[in-house]
């Protein structure tokens, strides 16, 4: 009798995504455990945000397929929850923190229908555990950077998911701010869900993840934190190994070349 | 005023006409731009209302007829497709939106005037009244219009409200209603279709140039009085309704007026008194409050060379010149004095022959203010590493901004320092 | 988009212009429509920066108002004023070689218009020639052209005065939203042939004399507007120049 493996909770097959003909990720293949607090690293432009966009079918791939929870994006939505970056919405939008917060139940709700009391009462328990219930009516371009980000968070809480993803959730927020999410962030994940957040500060990596991806256009390394956060794997995800590959990239922008054979 | 209350009591059919013909597609235009506009799609409007030309000159081509029924279905088509082929061009070729806006707009409309002059010299005697969706004809609507633009402005709202939620969502945050399975493509799709028909049909009273105006500018204006979005819409539409009457009105005291410029006119002084003098956000309230800051500054500023004197002479109470504060530091004479003024005013300086003295008060102010100027030196330097000489500009600023709350923080963080970077002490009270 | 508005809000300027003068003398016509024309770019910029109003919003709210203050001067003075709002909309092109510029001693010189846009392209040619590496660097990288010190805003206002300059020449040929179409679709299809900035700027002014000289035809044939017709074609060569575009993506892809 062959054991059953158990499916994993991310599935990721030779992942390639390309803008304007540059190759952002390459052939990128892994797999991601459940019940972890994952983070995402590598230097700029390698692709980390792009990671993610991707795997919610924000962009489309090149090549490759993405599994959660062992079946499509489409039919596993309700279980899944994304956080954008705070610069993506115009913050001086005509509304109100709970407002926003609500906005994380409209999957449940459909179209047409309106949120209850329910849903309220959710959208408060979330403001609650970001510690902004006293915010609620605030009009949210009054909002600071901190608060901000807590209001997308509050958000996401609002959604009940099993997965989230996060991209740059510390990036412009205090230091306060950014304590209170990692314990949030560590709660949620003590909880039994799975939390994977796109970083870029390595000094606060081995404090916060358990598990750890390393991008660079390609996957460098993915596993619990121990065993990657290794001056091997900085030195192949920094360093300058990887100018070759970058050099032929642009070189594939500037020629137009295929990226990938057409079958 | 014999004629304002018979034009507004809407005794005569006519003008009962027109004037819930005008106010029926201000308001619901407004509605419709609201979203345009906060999804900063302003003069997508505009490109449709040009592009509803050719449309028309086919519909009657095509027809032969001048049926406001087919017109209309020809100006929708054109429209729509003018906008999908903005969408089109942007998203596959490096041409950004504006260019791709401004290349639609033009392109079709110069086909449709192609079109229209050729109508024209062909010579067909029913042609006449085509040229209405160029300029408008809101002085001449019958009956029969009220209906179309009533059931058009009932579809208008009742769509909007059942998609309320959608739209805000989709407004605000396009890629979080993507990842929960809103389905965006179909409700873009519902947003470009109401832009339309809001244009079709208003293109009608104001014309093609103009259209964009009632669009767009009254949700402009109802931006700078609410932070609401549902209060936005309601005030973007009374704003409409207003001036489309006042364009009616004025058109009937003055025959020769048109009225679509008219409404124009009005919506854009509303619109223009409110990016003024609105409270909130208006450009006035914002100066008058940098002004508030500045005197407010320059206040602290005197304070603080007063007591740095006093520190000097180990005496805070000492009577000064003007000369000698402007010694200490390069204030402008006239703000200088109109400074020292004020101060006296609100008990934190006297005077006596032309020489000023701190009061207690004053002594205390003046200290706070050096206070949070060493304090957060320290702070610099100690904490964000930066170099003793770069710090003073700096907390130059900060120390008129820093909240009673923010100062206990520091303290507490910097642990009651004695001296500041310069080796001045740092005065605690 | 700047350049549509600019070319509606002009329309008071003109009035204005004609209403002092009491002639349609182009010249101070020019100068009219200049003026509102800068003025336009002044307050799209104030309403923007100061007003915190989006973009979008300060150009449509601008110059449809503008717009209309100039349609309803048209109309107050209706009766004095030898200008109609179906000229300003859509121009008359094939009226041109009436208006004929006679020297005193009656020699005939030819239309005057031919002058007054002769004048302006040399003009711009010229500012284009001598300025082309201010107008490059703070077309291309406002960030760095300021950071060596070239003023963007006097380029910004060199090119949209510039930009109203061309607008009123050639608005009485072709009218308000025409222009348009000609100030946008040359470039706009010689972006997608070419990536050198000079060979676009040849290539914009090939394929305006291309769409002028088909668009002219067309229009005889069809017994329709020229101006309409133009822009038609500008519509047509820019289509092709699309399908080329992305005929060759996809070949690579």
Known sequence: MVEKQPTPLIEIHDLTVAYDKKPVLWDVDFTLPEGKLIGIVGPNGAG???????????????????????????????????????????????????????????????????????????????????????????????????????????????????LYFMDEPFA????????????????????????????????????????????????????????????EFLEETYGGKLTLLSEVTELMKKEELPNREKK | MNDFIYFFSLQDPNIRYVVIGVILLTASSSIVGTFAFLRKKSLVGDAVAHSVLPGVCLAFIISGTKNP??????????????????????????????????????????????LLTYIQHAGNASQSGLDHFLFGKAAALVGDDLLVFGAVAILLLGLTILFFKEFTLISFDIHFAQTIGVPIKFLQLVMTTLTVLAVVIGIQAVGVVLMAAILITPAAAARFWTENIKVMMVLGSVFGAISGMAGAYISYLAPAMPTGPWIVVSISSIALFSFFFSPSRGILSRLLKQMKIKKRMSEENILKALYHMGEKDKDFYKQRSVASILEKRGFQIPELKQGLRRLKRQGFCSSEHSLWKLTPEGKNKGQRTVK?????????????????????????????????????????????????????????? | MVSDAISHSVLPGIVIAFLISGSRDSLVMLIGAGLLGLITTFIIEFLHQKGRLQADASIGVTFTWLFAIGVILLSYFAGDVDLDQDCVLNGEIALLPLDLWYTEGGTNMGPKTIYVSGGITLLVVLVIYFNYKELLVTTFDSGYAASIGISIALWHY????????????????????????????????????????????????????????????????????????MSSMSGVFFAMAFARYRWTKKRIT
């Open chain 1, 48 to 162: 980390k945000s792009t990671l993610i966009k991707a795997i919610m079918g924000l962009i489309p791939m090149q090549s490759g397929y993405v599994k959660l929870f062992g079946q499509g994006l489409d039919k596993v939505r309700d279980k899944i929850s994304y956080v954008p970056q705070r610069e993506s919405v115009d913050w001086d939008f005509p509304t109100s923190v709970l407002d926003v917060v609500l906005m994380g139940r409209y999957h449940k709700l459909g179209l047409f229908k309106r949120p209850r009391k329910a849903d309220k009462e959710i959208a408060m328990d979330s403001l609650r555990k970001v510690g902004m219930e006293a915010f609620s009516k605030r009009q949210i371009s009054k909002l600071s950077g901190g608060q901000q980000q807590r209001v997308f968070l509050a958000r996401a809480l609002a959604q009940q998911a099993e």
């Open chain 1, 172 to 231: 412009g927020v205090d230091a306060a701010t950014e304590k209170a999410i990692v314990a949030l962030l560590k709660d949620m994940v003590s909880k039994n869900k799975t939390v994977i957040v796109v970083h870029h500060d390595l000094q606060s990596v081995r404090k916060y993840f358990d598990w750890l991806l390393m991008l660079n256009t390609r996957l460098v390394a993915n596993g619990p934190v121990d065993q990657v956060f290794t001056n």
């Open chain 2, 69 to 114: 029924l087919w017109l209309i279905i020809g100006a929708f088509l054109t429209g729509w497709l003018s906008l999908v082929l903005i969408d089109y061009i942007t998203k596959n070729s490096k041409i950004k939106e504006d260019a791709a806006i401004g290349l639609n707009l033009s392109v079709f409309f110069g086909f449709g005037m192609l």
């Open chain 2, 372 to 429: 949070l100027h060493r304090l957060w030196e320290v702070y610099l330097t100690k904490y964000v590493k930066i170099a003793a000489d770069h710090v003073h500009e700096d907390a130059e600023t900060i120390e008129h901004f820093l909240t009673p709350e923010l100062e206990q923080r520091l303290e507490k963080l910097l642990d009651y320092p004695t001296t500041d970077p310069h080796q001045s002490t740092i005065p605690y009270a």
């Open chain 3, 158 to 229: 060199v090119i949209m005065g510039l930009v109203s300059l061309t607008t009123v020449a050639s608005f009485e040929s072709v009218g308000a939203i025409l222009v348009v179409a000609f100030i946008i679709a040359p470039p706009a299809t010689a972006y997608l042939l070419t990536e050198k900035f000079k060979t676009m700027l040849l290539l914009t002014c090939a394929l305006g004399i291309l769409i002028s000289i088909s668009g002219y035809y067309v229009a005889v044939w069809l017994d329709g507007s020229i101006a309409g017709a």
